[in-house]
């Protein structure tokens, strides 16, 4: 398959975030959270429009993906989660990028968004 131009690819936002918690959170806990609470916020056509994808989750931080005209309803989605399988948590948004070197470089020192530790094979 060709790739796609730039001109006719979907244009993301990639929100670089810090997961406050109690205890350890897993990867596969908080994509089912976030799925929940975007169905529960947006409803299904809202969800899907909004198109998120936890792209990289390590060490309490990480990165999510989203529609560029949809950034303001994914950090409702992301500030509604309050727990985690049972555990207290506050998702706090580090800052926006329009690329994910860019969102990595400026607000998560350290974390590799291309090689996560802990790989997932759940279609996100």
Excluded: W
Aim: with cysteine.
């Amino acid at each position: 398959m060709k790739i796609l131009p730039p001109t006719q690819r979907a244009r993301n936002r990639y929100l670089a975030f810090e997961l406050i918690s109690e205890e350890p959170v897993k990867r596969e806990d908080l994509i089912r959270e976030v799925f929940s609470s975007s169905g529960s916020l947006l409803g299904d056509v809202g969800s899907s429009e909004c198109a998120i994808r936890l792209l990289a989750f390590e060490d309490s931080k990480g990165v999510v993906r989203c529609a560029y005209d949809r950034t303001v309803s994914t950090r409702a989605v992301l500030a509604c989660i309050t727990a985690v399988k049972g555990t207290k948590v506050i998702v706090h948004i580090l800052g926006i990028s329009g690329t994910v070197q860019g969102a990595t470089k400026k607000y998560l020192a350290g974390v590799d968004v291309f090689n996560p530790k802990e790989q997932s094979h759940i279609n996100e």
